[in-house]
Each structure stands twice: as structure tokens, then as C-alpha cells.
């Protein structure tokens, strides 16, 4: 196996006496002749800011050229006044021109925290040109993430993608969204001749108020920098890095029917359980569709199909009147129509899949394990709602609200779920690809199961053993 490095040393003083430069710090790899060499870095090279230069102080590359100024060089006794060429392939090396004269010379590599070009932000070390990560350290390749972590993995804030497709009957502002205070990377799309427009908190608009329209171009509105463009495609965007000072209220200006406002930001995670409340509160539903604020059912009340499943739409032939389907219970009148229902499931038994890894694994791969009794269930042809009301949550992804829906694929999915009874659910979010539906869904297979207390340590359990 490979030897070990011994700690870092400490830092070195900072190349330059101005401006910016670098500072190296070094460890040595410690090993017996048998063993490898370390892996990773010897050297580590940073950034250091000093106060800015004075004016007319005499940048570093030159300085380097000039050391050369009076020296006999190239093997001949003539000497040249040297000052940077910046023409040169390798930015790193010192390639001076002698002035006055059509010829530049390479003397090496420039020292390390010389500028690679002029007015950039690339500084060379050992004669290569290294950028400085947003940890500071040179060549890194270290990068702030969308939630503007350094090096962090999108994981402290979440993602929030819509298309708002209502449209009115009449032209004018229509509310899209609200954008809440700490939003970064927030970009709006939309192809049509309406307009996005742009309201602060005091109902100011940033742009395209008032029903004027505003140029393309660069405004400044909650703290940062929002771009504007607008195309004759005709196509228009709004981007802002971020991250907003205050809530910015997002709107589309109606000329004709509205195509789509594509939207998408990034959230502090703890800014959005209020965020969703709001937009909730506004009747802007985020997660499609919202569930209605109703009672539960009385118990007796049983499950009317909306359409008849496909897998019994079969009729038996030449029957008049009232026509069987093809199980048990369900009875219609007439072709389509559903007039009487039997609390008897129509759909066949589960297979069983119990099993404690089964468990586990639902457990540590799902986005939601919440304990939620069933208010009421809606047969679709492709899938199947189930309102819930959460009880009890285990682990939560996002926010979960009191009332949810679940979806589960099938008409007859499985697991079951029966009205009015409480269950351990595990579900995933399921986002469509084009934004539209953001969803709690219980996969075919997935867990499903009554709620009691053993099942509540048996999942406590579960959540304590989820590899991290
Ligand atoms: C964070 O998200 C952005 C945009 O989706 C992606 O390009 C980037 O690779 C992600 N970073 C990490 C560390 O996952
Ligand atoms: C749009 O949202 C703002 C701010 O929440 C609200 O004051 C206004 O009444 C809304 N307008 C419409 C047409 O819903």
C-alpha cells in the first residue's frame, strides 16, 4: 500500500506585497522503501488578497522582465530593455520582448502568483494557469452549488420547476408566482406576445408595468442583477443568479391566450414550507391537483368508478337494459353508466410481499414514510388518487401539508389502500418531466401497511439501520 502524509505545514507568506498572489503550504509522504508513493497532492496553492496595489506600481510579470534589463543574454554581449509578451503560447512562461527590437525570449517559467494574462482572474503555479476554486485553493475545481454552498451537492435547497398554463378570459396582469426572498438561479421562460412582468414587495414594478413595455436589458430588483430578453421568435426570459433580498411577485401581462410561463428557482430548504403555504394560500397550487378541503366520508359511503376500468369494459352480448360487467358487484345500467355499487373490492388479491429487508428497503429508499389515514379514493383509468390525511411523518424530503394526495399506478393498484383506514406509507416524489405535476406516489409494489404501534418500531427501527 501507498506511505502516509505527514500533517500539512502552515501556509507561506503571500507572493506578492500587493493585490493578489499565492501561498503554498506542504506535507511529505512518510513510507518504507516497499511501500508506494502518497496519493494525492504534495503542494496546495491559495489565493491571497492583499490591499490593492498603489497606482503605477509595476506589475509582477514586468518586474520579472525587467531583471533581465542590461544582462547580456542570447550569448552575445548585447543588451535589450525587456518588457511582457503576451503573445506567446504558454501564458505561464516569461516570454519578454526585447523593446525596440522584433524578437521576444522565454526565459522559463514566470514565478508562481503571476497573473496569467492581465485583468484575468487565472493566476500561474509551477508554469501552469490555475483558477482558484470557490474554497480559494488554486486548480481545486471546487464550485458553489445551486443552494451557493462551496463544493455542496444541491442538497440544502430545492428545486421548484412550473409551468403556469391558467389562463383568463380577459387580457391583463395575472399573478404566475411568487418568488420568495433567498431564491437563486431563477430563470422564466415564455413564447408568446404576452409579457412577463416583475413586482416588489411595495408594487413597484422592476419591469413591463403599467401595460408599458420595458427595453431588454439588465435591472436591478431584490438585491441582484435580473436579465431580460425579449426575441421576435417571439420569445421572452427573465434570469437572476440570485439570491433575492425580498419576495419578487412574478406576473404575465395577457395579449392573447396564454401558452405556458415556464418557471424554476432554488430554495432555502426551510423557506419552503412557507413558500408552499403561501402559494397554497393564494390558490396557486404547487402540487397538482390540490386536494379539496373536505371531510371524510362516513364509513358506509362506498367508491363510485368515475369510468368503467378498462379491463372489464367488456359486455356481455345481446343483454338489454341492465348489463352485468365482468365481476362481481359492479352493475350498470345502460352502456356506461354506473348505477349501483357493492362495497365488494373489484379488484383480484395482492400478491404478499412482506419481509423485514422489504421494509428496510422501502424505508431508507423512499422520499416520504408517513402515517396517513385514508379520506377518500378516485379510480382513474391509468391511476389511482388517494386523498390522505397525514398523520405522523417519519422522513420527509420537502414539506408535507396535513392534506395530501398519493398516487398510486393502476386502477387497481398494489398495494391496496382502503378508505378510512390508517396506514404506513412510503412514497417517492415523482416530478413530470415537463414540470407540470409534482407528486407523492406509491410505486406498484411498494410499502403499504396498516399502522399500529409495532408497526411504528419496526419502521423506528428501519430508520435508524438506512446506510448513510
Ligand atoms: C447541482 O445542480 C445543477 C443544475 O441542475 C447541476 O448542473 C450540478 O451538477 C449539480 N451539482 C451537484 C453537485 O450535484
Ligand atoms: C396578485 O398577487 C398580489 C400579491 O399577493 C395580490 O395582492 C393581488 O390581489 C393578486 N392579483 C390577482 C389578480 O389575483
Not at 493585490?19 to 496546495?44: I, K, N, Q
Request: proline share 9%; hydrophobic share 30%.
Amino acid at each position: 500500500g501507498p506511505g502516509e502524509w505527514t500533517l500539512w505545514g502552515s501556509w507561506s507568506r503571500c507572493s506578492s506585497s500587493c493585490g493578489r498572489g499565492v501561498s503554498v503550504r506542504r506535507r511529505h509522504c512518510v513510507r518504507l522503501p516497499e511501500e508506494e508513493l502518497c496519493w494525492g497532492d504534495s503542494h496546495e496553492y491559495r489565493v491571497c488578497q492583499l490591499p490593492d496595489c498603489p497606482p503605477g506600481a509595476i506589475p509582477f510579470r514586468d518586474l520579472q522582465c525587467s531583471l533581465y534589463n542590461g544582462h547580456p543574454v542570447l550569448g552575445t554581449q548585447k543588451t535589450y530593455q525587456w518588457v511582457p509578451f503576451h503573445g506567446a503560447p504558454n501564458l505561464c512562461d516569461l516570454n519578454c520582448l526585447a523593446e525596440g527590437h522584433a524578437f521576444y525570449h522565454s526565459f522559463g517559467r514566470v514565478l508562481d502568483g503571476t497573473p496569467c494574462t492581465p485583468g484575468t482572474q487565472g493566476l500561474c503555479v509551477a508554469g501552469r494557469c490555475l483558477s482558484a476554486g470557490c474554497d480559494g485553493l488554486l486548480g481545486s475545481g471546487t464550485l458553489e452549488d445551486r443552494c451557493g454552498l462551496c463544493g455542496g451537492a444541491n442538497d440544502s435547497c430545492l428545486f421548484v420547476q412550473r409551468v403556469f398554463r391558467d389562463a383568463g378570459a380577459f387580457a391583463g396582469y395575472w399573478n404566475v408566482t411568487l418568488i420568495p426572498e433567498g431564491a437563486r438561479h431563477i430563470r422564466v421562460t415564455q413564447r408568446s406576445h404576452n409579457h412577463l412582468a416583475l413586482v416588489t414587495r411595495d408594487g413597484h414594478y422592476v419591469l413591463n408595468g403599467d401595460g408599458v413595455l420595458s427595453l431588454p436589458g439588465t435591472y436591478e430588483a431584490a438585491g441582484t442583477r435580473v436579465v431580460y430578453t425579449r426575441s421576435a421568435g417571439p420569445e421572452e426570459t427573465l434570469q437572476a443568479t440570485g439570491p433575492t433580498s425580498q419576495e419578487l411577485l412574478l406576473q404575465v401581462l395577457l395579449r392573447e391566450p396564454n401558452p405556458g410561463v415556464h418557471f424554476e428557482f432554488w430554495l432555502p430548504r426551510e423557506r419552503y414550507g412557507s413558500f408552499q403555504a403561501q402559494v397554497h394560500a393564494l390558490g396557486w397550487p404547487l402540487r397538482q391537483p390540490q386536494p379539496r378541503e373536505v371531510e371524510p366520508q362516513p364509513a358506509e359511503t362506498t367508491v363510485v368508478p368515475e369510468a368503467i376500468p378498462a379491463r372489464v369494459a367488456s359486455l356481455a352480448p345481446g343483454e338489454a337494459g341492465t348489463v352485468v360487467l365482468g365481476f362481481r358487484g359492479y352493475q350498470a345500467a345502460g352502456k356506461a353508466r354506473l348505477t349501483h355499487t357493492s362495497p365488494l373490492d373489484p379488484c383480484g388479491p395482492c400478491p404478499d410481499s412482506r419481509g423485514r429487508a422489504h421494509r428496510l428497503l422501502h424505508y431508507c429508499g423512499s422520499d416520504f414514510v408517513f402515517q396517513a389515514r385514508v379520506l377518500g379514493r378516485h379510480r382513474l383509468a391509468q391511476e389511482t388518487r388517494y386523498e390522505v390525511r397525514v398523520l405522523l411523518i417519519y422522513k420527509n424530503r420537502s414539506p408535507l401539508r396535513s392534506r395530501e394526495y398519493v398516487w398510486a399506478p393502476g386502477h387497481c393498484p398494489c398495494p391496496p389502500l382502503a378508505p378510512h383506514r390508517e396506514y404506513l406509507l412510503a412514497t417517492r416524489r415523482h416530478v413530470s418531466p415537463d414540470g407540470t405535476q409534482d407528486r407523492l406516489l406509491l410505486p406498484q409494489a411498494g410499502y403499504a401497511r396498516l399502522w399500529s404501534p409495532a408497526e411504528d418500531s419496526r419502521v423506528r427501527l428501519a430508520a435508524r439501520r438506512c446506510p448513510v
